[in-house]
């Protein structure tokens, strides 16, 4: 679905990820960990195509949906949009209007993650876990074959921990593909298997 070959990376020079091996398997969870800085959420920006290798290839087969949920989102904050309307993004096709199905979806994953009550509200005017769980919520109302998400828990109390990772077993069961950075014990022992990022210090 999503292979990821010899692939290596640089910020300025500075080496981040060096020849790194992995592929999205079906119905699957694999977990990315490493330290602070090893280059997690580097090597899911690559695999989403949204930073381009310096080394090395993802290949991405054809008709392949990929969703990210990215670690860091604060920008988004600025545009005016409610809660609602952010997870409706996430069923936006180029060309179609909404049916019901994804107005169904939408409902369906807002009560499951327990933001229906702040449909209304914007982004900005929401707690650290309550923004998290309307991008997860945005993230999971799509259809794709290869969910990767990077660190989706950080934020979140307990029992919403919970709700993501029934969210997460259940699209594994479906025949998702999950690549999920994490530092939580707790999540990585959800995975089939585990890619670990070890820390790489600057050119010298
Ligand atoms: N835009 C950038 N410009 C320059 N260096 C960057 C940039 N983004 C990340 N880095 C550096 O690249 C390295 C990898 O960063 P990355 O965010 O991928 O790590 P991570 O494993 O996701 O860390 P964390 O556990 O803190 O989320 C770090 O040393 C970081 O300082
Ligand atoms: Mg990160």
Do not use: I, N, Y
């Given at each position: 679905m999503l292979t990821a070959s010899h692939l290596g990376f640089r910020y300025a020079g500075n080496?981040?990820?060096?020849?790194v091996n992995l592929r999205a398997e079906p119905a699957s969870m694999l977990a990315v960990t490493g330290p602070n800085g090893s280059g997690k959420s580097t090597l899911l920006h690559l695999l989403a195509g949204v930073e381009q290798p310096a080394e090395g290839t993802v290949r991405r087969d054809p008709g392949v949906r990929v969703a990210l949920l990215p670690q860091r989102t604060a920008d988004i904050d600025a545009l005016p949009l409610t809660v609602a309307e952010c997870v409706r993004i996430g069923r936006f096709h180029p060309g179609r209007w909404p049916r019901r199905a994804d107005r169904n979806a939408v409902t369906e994953i807002m009560e499951r993650l327990e933001i229906a009550h702040l449909a209304r509200r914007r982004l900005r005017e929401l707690s650290g876990g309550q923004r998290q769980r309307t991008l997860i919520a945005q993230t999971f109302v799509q259809e794709a074959a290869v969910y990767l998400l990077d660190e989706p828990t950080a934020a979140l109390d307990t029992d919403s921990r919970r709700r993501v990772h029934e969210l997460l077993t259940e699209r594994v069961r479906s025949g998702a593909a999950l690549i999920v950075a994490s530092h939580d014990d707790e999540e990585t022992s959800l995975a089939d298997a585990r890619h670990h990022l070890e820390q790489r210090g600057p050119v010298r």
């Open positions: 080496p981040v990820l060096h020849d």
